[in-house]
């Protein structure tokens, strides 16, 4: 099958926006087994958006749209999806009621233009929008298939994992299986990775072995098709051991949905230990990750955000003519502070940071010098990094190098 | 004149690549009055990409073609858009040379496809790549412009700023300028502002008023065609007038690189002011996003995150009966938040979040319920509120929300 994808938004054609939607449904549909020529996009205009469904059609047959489902006199892309293919929009109850309570619940008041948002077209199947108010829409005429979707990201993407995915497979069974396997590294760039596996890579068909440089890391898609899944399972295993092999130390984890913070956090919940940290220069950016999964309340009471000399010395109990003698860009300041963080909030390991976020130098260390410090109650031992790129890279590579320490020293006690 | 931006590469139709080139080349366009009614995504293929240039010349005059100008066979641009121009390629001395010159610097082998990199369409302008070894194109015909661009956005970039800005600026001169002001929101969504607004909007022509939502917050942006800059910089003040009158007090600033957080920011610099936090369910959010901007040291010297009740009593030295008597998720327990890390940090101002992030309830309160407190040396207060829509958002929300209040209680005191 030949799926074409249409992002409809004047903001994407004025440059205001990334157009991220297309990347991750082409990906997805990668994934399935289904084959993407096109993607354009176009303005929130009627007439252009009725012609290109048209020239879609005459080359595809499933066409996802995405945006333009919204609440405002732009938002046209369900009624032209609907004139096109001449039927009318009808109000999804439940997305209304929806609408309704949620309104009520903020206290704002509901404009008569956010009904547009619980409407879809007849004859379509509704897909509930679980993180916002408007709903998709997927419809099937005789030769093609039209797929509605919202513009945020934040509502396109577990919108299209949780329902499309599923409703695509079932509408359009492909003969043979696709089983894939996700493996993440951490610490290795593309370019040095795929160098390293280039002879697998240029020498493997069935699986396929497809390299994707993400913020931070780098994921290896392992896919094989098949019809026989106990095979297909054992090709992928092989490939596996042989990818292994070569760049092992730097995997961490398995899976789309898994990241380091989670990785550590779970190992944390499996061994019943807990974590703190001291940061400076990442401000809380330590912390705020892994507080992003639910249930990090059994390994994570709280900990300090020390930017100052004083609040190190205030916060940590730390002497002051000990920060005087070291300078608080210190492998001595950075172990000081993990060991008194670990301290106070009585936990099993903490996790400290101390360096030059920039712009300007720091106790004449260069932007971009960073110590990351891990405690336990055995020992304490820091890492001296020197990081690239600017104040947001420095801060998050911080943050990541940190979470991969701690990983490292829980799994180095059996 | 129209413009269409067309990406040539597989590894976008595969979604391994953000089509980031789109958006740059989008921007800079609208920048200089060119129109851009589509992009569209094509694959290494040579019939579909001779079919869509067809197609992209009965819509547009400009076509902007980026990608496979490279060494291998995959790279088909040059050939594909000669071929359809009824051209033959040739071989740019300049660029040759520098094709050799790089092979005995790095004393690589250079491969024969490599030659590909410096050739160009007969009776084109050739664009010499600074920042890497494939030539880009720029090339008339009678009614239509075609511009090849090399796909790498390091080479891309470069290439059409220093190049390809001045030539379209020359061959196709502008009688009007475009001179744009950006308003930003906070607390009011995308369609009320819009409802606010609606008479404004649907009667105004030149300036435009382009309405945009952000997470957690709406721009517009008012855009003036013209030939006199003062009039056009008269005719923006005007309408932005109206438009605060009418919604100007979720008004928080101005210009697309901006944010409540450097808005809050500036203002504790200008005021010589400081600010602490005080943070359970964002778990540090609040502090990482004061700690993004540069130059934050000046107002922020740290702070605490205080997840379980344990610490909230350790760190900020509130007696556990307090807590026991009024809960964690209380107006009693944020506003002690704030006022006992005010006195510990020793600021002007603290901020203190305490909720429910969920997924589950907490002290038999609905997940999203969040209090937020700000203290000052003079008063502290705290709000209420219900957040809905998930962890992510619940704690994203709570830190914007934070910011507004203290954004706004720093304003009270002139």
């Not at 190992?267 to 950016?285: C, D, H, P």
Request: charged fraction near 25%; proline fraction near 3%.
């Amino acid at each position: 099958m030949k799926a074409e994808i249409i992002a409809v938004g004047t903001e994407l054609l004025l440059g205001q926006v990334v157009n991220t939607n297309a990347t991750f449904l082409a990906e997805q549909l990668a994934d399935l087994g289904i084959e993407v020529y096109y993607q354009t996009v176009v303005g929130d205009n009627k007439q252009r958006l009725d012609e290109l469904i048209g020239l879609a059609e005459s080359r595809s047959e499933l066409i996802i749209l995405c945006g333009g489902l919204g609440p405002t006199e732009d938002d046209l892309t369900k009624e032209v999806t609907a004139d096109h293919l001449g039927k009318g929009l009808v109000q999804d109850r439940e997305a209304y009621q929806k609408l309704l309570e949620f309104f009520e619940t903020t206290k704002r008041k509901m404009t008569a233009n956010n009904l547009q948002q619980s409407q879809t077209i007849e004859g379509g199947i509704v897909l509930p929008n679980r993180t916002g108010l408007a709903v998709g829409t997927f419809i099937q005429e005789e030769s093609h298939a039209y797929i509605l979707l919202p513009g945020p990201p934040s509502e396109l993407k577990p919108m299209f994992i949780e329902q499309v995915r599923p409703l695509l497979i079932e509408k359009f069974p492909s003969k043979e299986k696709l089983i894939s396997r996700v493996l993440r590294f951490y610490g290795i760039g593309e370019s040095r990775l795929v160098t390293e596996l280039a002879e697998l890579i240029s020498t493997q068909i069935n699986p396929t072995i497809a390299p994707y440089a993400k913020p931070n890391e780098v994921t290896l898609r392992l896919t094989v098709k098949t019809n026989d899944i106990h095979a297909g399972n054992q090709a992928l295993l092989a490939l596996e051991e042989k990818i292994q092999e070569r760049v092992g130390e730097y995997f961490y984890g398995y899976g789309d949905d898994n990241s380091l913070e989670k990785v550590v956090v779970d190992l944390l919940k499996e061994r019943g230990k807990t974590v703190t940290a001291a940061e400076s220069l990442t401000a809380g950016e330590f912390q705020a990750t892994l507080g992003k999964l639910s249930g990090v309340s059994e390994v994570f009471p709280g900990g300090f955000v020390t930017y100052s000399e004083e609040t190190k010395a205030d916060f940590l109990n730390i002497d002051p003519q000990f920060l005087e003698k070291y300078g608080t860009v210190s492998q001595e300041c950075a172990e000081k502070m993990a060991e008194q963080a670990r301290k106070l909030a009585k936990t099993d390991y903490a996790v400290s940071f101390t360096g030059v976020a920039g712009p300007g130098m720091l106790e004449n260390q260069a932007v971009g010098t960073v110590w990351i410090a891990v405690a336990s109650a055995e020992e304490v031992s820091a890492t001296k990094f020197q990081f690239t790129r600017g104040r947001e890279a420095i801060r998050r590579n911080s943050v990541m190098e940190g979470l991969n320490m701690l990983r490292k020293r829980i799994l180095r006690k059996k």
